[in-house]
Every structure is written in structure tokens, then in C-alpha cells.
């Protein structure tokens, strides 16, 4: 085994069981630590079984994206030793990039895409919590 093979064997693509909770926090904390914005946290567990939560963010730009994509990513990797399973909407336009940890998915926003969408209202039966910042504030774009 190289350590390369040992260390991708360290890394898991699942969660304990329970773990999804603090999870998504950890999640959107990431995110608001690159100025994310307008996060919510929606608990699906008793809407859905195709996931627990989705944690929701508008990010501003192309760069923008890829850095609240990156704190998520570093922050599961180095915290949790976890991977997300699958990464969609990374290249391109990144309009909408979803993270997807099975447990929890994570879904990074432009304003006009949002809007769009409307995850909130798709999924309007589910409790929300919005992410704020220390400062009481829920970081909306201003």
C-alpha cells in the first residue's frame, strides 16, 4: 500500500450514525467563514429519505464559490476525515454547486439561481434555521 492508498483509506464518504446534526453546522459555519450568505439549514429527516439536511448559502462570484466550496471541503477533510460523494456544478458557470455528503448536502447559490430554484419553497414544510453570524446578524447580502 503507498501512502497515498493509506491515506484515501483514512478519508470516509460517510458519517455516524447521529453525526448529521453538528454536521450541518459545521457545514454552514464553513461556509459563513467566507462570507456565505442568506445560510439556512433545512432538516429534512422527517420529509425525505434521500437526505437529512440541506444547507443552503448564496455565494457572490465564480471565486467566491470556490471558496466557500473550499472551507466546506477542508473543513470535512480536516475535522471529520470525510469526502464529499459527489460534486456537481464545480465547473462552468458554478450558478449552483452542490456538495453532496450524502447525510447532508450542501448547495451554493448565485442570487439569480436561487431565486430561481427556490429551495426553501420546495422544501417549505421543513424547519429552517438560519446561520448568523457572532454578531446576531444572518449575514444577508446586503
Request: hydrophobic residues 40%.
Amino acid at each position: 500500500m503507498t501512502p497515498q492508498d493509506e491515506s484515501e483509506s483514512k478519508e470516509r464518504s460517510e458519517l455516524r450514525v447521529g453525526a448529521a446534526p453538528e454536521v450541518a453546522r459545521g457545514f454552514a459555519e464553513a461556509a459563513l467563514s467566507k462570507k456565505a450568505t442568506d445560510l439556512v439549514i433545512l432538516d429534512l429527516r422527517n420529509i425525505t429519505s434521500l437526505t437529512d439536511f440541506f444547507i443552503v448559502g448564496t455565494v457572490s462570484t465564480d471565486v467566491h464559490s470556490r471558496a466557500v466550496e473550499g472551507a466546506i471541503v477542508d473543513w470535512a477533510r480536516d475535522e471529520l476525515q470525510l469526502r464529499p460523494w459527489h460534486i456537481e456544478g464545480a465547473e462552468g458557470s458554478r450558478n449552483w454547486v452542490l456538495l453532496d455528503y450524502v447525510d447532508v448536502v450542501v448547495h451554493l447559490f448565485r442570487p439569480e439561481a436561487r431565486d430561481y430554484y427556490s429551495l426553501e419553497r420546495l422544501w417549505g414544510d421543513a424547519p429552517v434555521e438560519e446561520i448568523r453570524d457572532p454578531k446576531g446578524r444572518n449575514n444577508a447580502a446586503a
